[in-house]
């Protein structure tokens, strides 16, 4: 399944990630492990081996190809792979909603390539996949991405006590919803 989504203005695109794009991946990875451990889960070493992100891709085409996931690269217009974007957990029926996370490598932070990223994510959500509502969680003390959901029209809905094993500690999340009937006003122009 391929798929690729533009951001002229901002100079970068989406495309879900191909076997091919593993060693992009994980060069991604290593060069941004130290910064972001902090906002990460505790990884085996051999989760930084190209075999490892070979098998994370491959699984990850197949959850986009039976409508669980969709896990984007974010790339600039040269192609070089800046970050990674992903609509995961996927739910349907009655609850139409999928989880988002992101991150972006730390030398190219703050110049607007998440926000305009997580923009064109949730333009495919509620146009192409439907849903009805996307969330995300993320440290108390991750402002860079607070300010990311913010600029995007998430509200907050609360905290999470000891949400999710960050970093070898439970930590506490602040959950983050945007609904395709929110306001598109309060999105960011793409």
Do not use: C
Request: glycine letters at 6%; aromatic letters at 8%.
């Amino acid at each position: 399944m391929e798929l690729t989504l533009n951001n002229h203005t901002q100079g970068i695109y989406l495309s879900l990630l191909q076997l091919q794009d593993a060693d992009k991946l994980l060069q991604l990875r290593l060069r941004n492990q130290a910064h972001h451990q902090p906002y990460e889960p505790l990884r085996e070493a051999d989760y930084y081996t190209l075999e490892s992100q070979k098998l994370l891709l491959s699984q990850r085409l197949s959850d986009a190809e039976q409508d669980k996931a969709y896990m984007f690269g974010i790339f600039l217009a040269d192609g070089q792979l800046i970050g990674q974007i992903t609509l995961s957990n996927l739910v349907r029926g009655v609850a139409q909603y999928a989880d988002l996370g992101y991150f972006i490598d730390y030398a190219i932070q703050g110049r607007g390539h998440m926000t305009a990223a997580v923009g064109m994510v949730l333009d495919y959500a509620f146009r192409a996949l439907a849903l009805h509502r996307v969330q995300a969680s993320i440290l108390l003390h991750n402002d860079a991405s607070r300010r990311v959901l913010e600029k995007s029209g998430f509200q907050a809905e609360g905290t999470a006590r000891r949400y999710l094993k960050i970093n070898g500690e439970w930590q506490d999340h602040r959950t983050y919803s945007i609904l395709a009937d929110d306001s598109p006003a309060d999105r960011p122009v793409l």
